[in-house]
Structures are given as structure tokens and as C-alpha cells.
């Protein structure tokens, strides 16, 4: 019998498994041994420090603990920590005891050597959160866009009926629509790409203070530079005892953002097949209604839209919490912290609907220009702006008077034309217009627009 209580761990655990590795319990500690363990090996190659430089094998065998790590190493820490209540410290103990088995053993006490908790969590949730997008996210964000962007390629000249206000408006093409949601979405991941997560190496509030106090002659900010570089992240040499996460605030909001892009995508679309403008495609033994047969819900793109909010809802409070902290610290973050995962397993989730209901939809071409016909209207816009180009006067007023509230057929409007006071070249200019020729430069448009 299922017992997870989060459905991300039981109804949607296909979905989020790929992010296992970054945001379970196991994986936070396999990243707090790899900076304990990159910390140590760094310390060593110092040369300016008392502790020995460790031989290739040594290095090996320390890297070796977190490439290594397995539910084995996880139940070991686990199990320490039931004594020491403290769950970095159970991280430090774990490695002293595998490394006091080895010709390391002589180097134990320099394991978190002058390290505050949080310079170890900070490293170990920006490497997470890093791996994560890299791995995951934004490969998952990109094929997106190229479903989407296949869409306005395939349809960049398939006429659509616009709405403003949800009323009849100037005629585009459905390709042209897909190609503004792909078009916002690359630009926000190439924010995404170009994001870069800070770190903090500088102990227990900011300062170096254990550091200096040991070894005074060091240049510990150029050590703790040279440290984060390593492992790609953005050094922070001023902080208090935390990081202050503004970086990690960066990336959210790019999430938030992508994630209601894709909202306002999913809205469209479930309003593109109430109209059935939009088809889906039926599965042999899928039901869509309890009780009502003919049906097949969007649900697709509903669940999609949901999870996107709830995805969205931690990170609008990520952005609120997380950049704050007490004087030099409080803890209040530590539990926010632990929940970053839950945001990025509901965005992933919702990415995974998404694309599942873009492979189900087809495109009603025929009801689609139906549609577009049923409203001659919308080509009394070009009729007007022409009409003042010649100098023809009140020519908005009198199209108003002719199609405002009123239901019209191109007749009529073609009718109205032929008693207009213009030449018989303009009438034929005026003449030439549809519904379905009325497209700006919407089939150009499809282009990827920079």
C-alpha cells in the first residue's frame, strides 16, 4: 500500500524520478561529502597549510566517497546523525570514520577544518540546484520550445481567427501564435543559461575568523575564490554566516517566469480545443468522463497548468524568504531550503503533461478557417485605414454604423464598398481583402525574431 503522502513521491513519481538524485534526502548528503571531500583535497594541495599533500591515490580514495555513495553511506550518516542530532555533523564523522581506515588517517582533524554548517550547505545546494537545471530543467524547457516552435513552423500559414477581449479581432495564423510562445520562452532561457549561482567559503559569520586565527599569513579570500571556481560556482566573499541566496532568487524568478508563460500557453490552447479549433487524439481503453462518453478532456494541459502554480506559488515564496535572515543568522531557511526540490519536481511534472498533450493534438484546419470566415468583419479595419489614406472622411464611423453589434456577411461589406465615393482602383484594392488574406505579416513572423 502506497503511503507517501505527497502525491510527487507516488502518483507523479515517474515524472520526478530524474530529479532523485539532486533533491532527495540521500542526494543533499552525497553533495555535502563531495565539498567535504573537494574542501579537504584543496586544503592539502595548498602548500601553505601544515596538512600534507595527498598522493593521487589519496585524492582518488577521498572522491571516491562521494562518487561512491550509495543507500549504504546514506543509512551510515543517517544513523549518526540519531546521536549527533546534527546533520552536517553527521557528514563530517561519516568521512572520518571511512578515511580512518586509510593512509589518510593521520589527516582526520582536518576534515571541515575552520568550516561554519553553512559553508558546506550553501556549496552543496548551489551544486545541487546547478546539476539540476543542467540536467533535467533545461533540457526539458528546450524541448518545449522545439514542440512548440514545430507547431509554428508546420502552421506559419494556416489563417486564424485573433481575439481581443475575447471578441473577433484581426486575423493571424496559428503559426504565428505558437511562434510568440516559443519566442518568449527562449528568451527567458537564455537568461536561464546565462544565470550564475554564488557561493560563500568564509565561516562561521562572514569573516574568516577560525581561518585567520590558524593561519594568518594566508590569503583565504583568494583560497576560497580559487575553491568555488573549481566547482563552476560564482565566489561571494561578503556575507554574513549565510549566502545570501540572491543568486538562487535569480534563477527562481526565470523559473516563475517560464512557468507562467507556459500558463498563459496552456490557457490557449484548452480554449483552442473548447473550439475545437484543436483536436486530441483518442487512446484505446483511455476514459475521458466518468459518466459522459463522447468525451476527451484536455486534461493534459490542465494538470500541466495546475502543477505550474503550485510550482509557482513556492517560488513567488522562495523569493520572499530565503534572501532574508537574522543578524548573522537564523535557521528559518533550513526547512525552505529542503522544499526547493518539491518546485522543481512540480515544474518538471508540468513540463511532462505538457508535452504529452502536444503529442496528442492535432489541428483543425477546417474548422479553423470556418471559423475565421463566419467573421467578415475583421477586414473592415484594413477598409478604414485605407479609406483614410484617400481622405475619405469619418470612414471608422461609417464602418461602425455598418458592423458594430450586427452580424455581417462579406456581401454586405462588399455591397458598402461598391457605393463608396473612391475610385474604381481603391474599390478593387478594398475588394481583394478577406478574412483569410488579411495577415499582416503573420506567415513572416514565424521566423525567430531577435
Known amino acids: 500500500m502506497q503511503s507517501s503522502i505527497s502525491p510527487l513521491d507516488s502518483r507523479y513519481f515517474e515524472k520526478t524520478r530524474a530529479l532523485a538524485p539532486y533533491f532527495s534526502e540521500a542526494a543533499l548528503m552525497r553533495y555535502r561529502v563531495l565539498m567535504e571531500g573537494e574542501y579537504l583535497i584543496a586544503l592539502s594541495l595548498s602548500r601553505k597549510i601544515a596538512l600534507r599533500k595527498f ?55 582536518w576534515v571541515h577544518f575552520a568550516l561554519t554548517s553553512e559553508d558546506v550547505n550553501n556549496i552543496a545546494y548551489a551544486l545541487l540546484i546547478s546539476d539540476s ?59 536561464l543559461e546565462d544565470a550564475k549561482i554564488e557561493a560563500k567559503l568564509n565561516g562561521a559569520t562572514g569573516n574568516w575568523n577560525a581561518h585567520v586565527a590558524a593561519y594568518p599569513k594566508v590569503n583565504w579570500p583568494k583560497f576560497s575564490q580559487e575553491f568555488l571556481r573549481k566547482l563552476n560556482l560564482v565566489p561571494n566573499l561578503v556575507t554574513t554566516q549565510i549566502e545570501c541566496h540572491d543568486s538562487w532568487i535569480v534563477v527562481f524568478d526565470i523559473l516563475r517566469q517560464i512557468n507562467t508563460i507556459l500558463i498563459d500557453f496552456n490557457q490557449d490552447i484548452w480554449r483552442y480545443i473548447s473550439d475545437e479549433w484543436v483536436g486530441q487524439k483518442s487512446k484505446a481503453g483511455e476514459v475521458g468522463s466518468s459518466t459522459m462518453p463522447h468525451k476527451i478532456n484536455p486534461i493534459f494541459f490542465e494538470n500541466s497548468e495546475g502543477n505550474l502554480g503550485l510550482a509557482n506559488a513556492l517560488f513567488e515564496f522562495f523569493a520572499r524568504k530565503l534572501p532574508i535572515s537574522r543578524l548573522q543568522r537564523d535557521l528559518s531557511d533550513s526547512t525552505v531550503q529542503r522544499n526547493i526540490g518539491v518546485a522543481f519536481a512540480h515544474s518538471l511534472v508540468a513540463y511532462e503533461y505538457l508535452l504529452t498533450g502536444l503529442s496528442r493534438i492535432d489541428v483543425n484546419k477546417k474548422k479553423m478557417v470556418q471559423a475565421l470566415a463566419e467573421h467578415p468583419e475583421v477586414i473592415t479595419e484594413a477598409i478604414q485605414t485605407i479609406l483614410r489614406r484617400e481622405g475619405v472622411k469619418m470612414p471608422y464611423e461609417k464602418l461602425k454604423e455598418l458592423t458594430r453589434g450586427r452580424e455581417v456577411k462579406l456581401d454586405d461589406i462588399h455591397a458598402f464598398i461598391k457605393k463608396l465615393a473612391v475610385s474604381d482602383k481603391v474599390k478593387r484594392e478594398l475588394l481583394r481583402f478577406t478574412p483569410q488574406n488579411y495577415l499582416g505579416l503573420a506567415p513572416k513572423l514565424n521566423s525567430k525574431v531577435r
Open 133 to 191: 537545471l543542467n540536467q533535467v530543467i533545461k533540457p526539458k524547457i528546450k524541448k518545449i520550445i522545439a514542440e512548440i516552435d514545430r507547431l509554428a513552423k508546420k502552421y506559419k500559414n494556416l489563417p486564424m481567427l485573433a481575439r481581443t477581449h475575447g471578441q473577433p479581432a484581426s486575423p493571424t495564423t496559428f503559426g504565428k501564435e505558437m511562434r510568440v510562445f516559443a519566442a518568449r520562452l527562449e528568451k527567458r532561457l537564455k537568461e
Open 55 to 109: 598522493s593521487p591515490k589519496e585524492i582518488k580514495t577521498v572522491r571516491g566517497l562521494y562518487e561512491k555513495f550509495n543507500a549504504v553511506s546514506y543509512k551510515k550518516i543517517k544513523e549518526i546523525e540519531t546521536t549527533t542530532n546534527h546533520d552536517v555533523k553527521a557528514v563530517e564523522y561519516f568521512i572520518k570514520e571511512k578515511l580512518s581506515k586509510t593512509s589518510l588517517k593521520d589527516s582526520l582533524e
